[in-house]
């Protein structure tokens, strides 16, 4: 079976976008989530956002 690796890219509700999609597929997973730290640039905990 192949295998997709996708790359999700969301100005909001990233991480509940990541979940709704790992939910369509059986077997899916999330392997890492990329958070901000004290320094930022966003919020400390929030989910990093891709630049570009």
Known sequence: M???TPFLGFDHQT???ANFYAA???NARIDS???YGEAG???AGSVMKRKG
């Open 41 to 43: 640039p966003g919020p």
């Open 24 to 26: 369509i597929f059986r």
């Open 33 to 35: 989530i990329a958070r």
């Open 15 to 17: 991480e509940e976008a």
């Open 2 to 4: 192949q295998k997709i």
